[in-house]
């Protein structure tokens, strides 16, 4: 796990919060000061915040459990994205869907269609179609793929999900809540960090502050898999083992 040094939260700008005027009081905890009528954020409660958060993931991740990563804004769109690829984790960049979690069963045939429509496309079997009907195919996996194209891997709800801007990500807070789906996101002091479980304060607006905590998460992921792959392997080993033993004769 990265080793989360206050100096590194500082270059990346993350206690930079919103005007004073502009603060939402259940966020005074994480306020160290004000300059310039701009609120600055308690770096050391967000070191603190953040290592909750990372140790949270890759004991899911351990688990074999999974992470959506959410950000719509777009400052944090490719940012997530290349983050969750990275991580091998589903993900929201484009618009949230309504429902996704709290009618994950319609979502996940949204999934699938668009799954079929492109192995069909991919081996040819859409060539035995007209050209108008082949048009129709590649323009629904079109809409499909801005819909639901980041959730390919998603069987089931997530164990949890990431969130870069807790305002503009109301719905897919509001859903896990409903879901009982542990939130972890980053929270500007704007924001009601009440339906927030790991609340990391922090600059949800600028690129640097975005891309490291984005990148933390992603490696808790990546420690998380490692550890989960580990423990397969030494199951299938004390399988194996047991499996060729040879009983004592006594």
């Known amino acids: 796990m990265r080793d989360i040094a206050l100096v590194d939260l500082l270059k990346a700008g993350l206690h930079f919060g919103h005007q004073q005027?502009?603060?939402?009081?259940?966020?005074?905890?994480?306020?160290?000061?004000?300059?310039?009528?701009?609120?600055?954020?308690?770096?050391?409660?967000?070191?603190?915040?953040?290592?909750?958060?990372?140790?949270?993931?890759?004991?899911?991740v351990a688990s074999g459990g999974v992470v959506v990563f959410v950000a719509t804004k777009r400052?944090?769109?490719?940012?997530?994205?290349?983050?969750?690829?990275?991580?091998?984790?589903?993900y929201v960049v484009d618009r949230w869907i309504g429902g996704l979690f709290t009618n994950f069963q319609h979502v996940r045939q949204?999934?699938?269609?668009?799954?079929?429509?492109?192995?069909?496309?991919?081996?040819g079997d859409h060539e035995k179609y007209t050209k108008k009907e082949q048009l129709e195919f590649d323009r629904e996996i079109v809409r499909l793929e801005k819909?639901?194209?980041?959730?390919?891997?998603l069987e089931k709800l997530p164990n949890a999900i990431f969130v870069v801007d807790v305002k503009t990500e109301?719905?897919?807070v509001r859903e896990a809540n409903a879901m009982h789906?542990?939130?972890?996101a980053m929270c500007d002091t704007n924001v009601n960090p009440t339906p927030v479980q790991y609340c990391i304060p922090a600059n949800d607006d600028a690129t640097k502050a975005?891309?490291?905590?984005?990148?933390?998460?992603?490696?808790?992921?990546?420690e998380g898999r490692q550890q989960h792959d580990q423990r397969l392997a030494a199951a299938a080993k004390a399988a194996a083992d047991a499996a060729t033993a040879v009983p004592q004769v006594a």
């Open 21 to 60: 005027s502009r603060r939402h009081p259940k966020m005074d905890p994480y306020i160290f000061t004000t300059r310039g009528g701009v609120s600055i954020i308690n770096l050391e409660k967000t070191k603190a915040a953040l290592s909750q958060a990372t140790s949270f993931v890759g004991e899911i």
């Open 75 to 90: 400052q944090a769109r490719d940012i997530v994205l290349q983050a969750a690829q990275t991580a091998g984790m589903p």
């Open 110 to 123: 949204l999934i699938i269609k668009l799954d079929k429509l492109k192995t069909g496309r991919a081996s």
């Open 147 to 153: 819909l639901v194209g980041g959730l390919g891997n």
């Open 170 to 172: 109301k719905t897919a």
């Open 181 to 184: 789906i542990p939130v972890i």
């Open 210 to 222: 975005i891309t490291y905590v984005t990148q933390v998460m992603s490696e808790a992921v990546a």
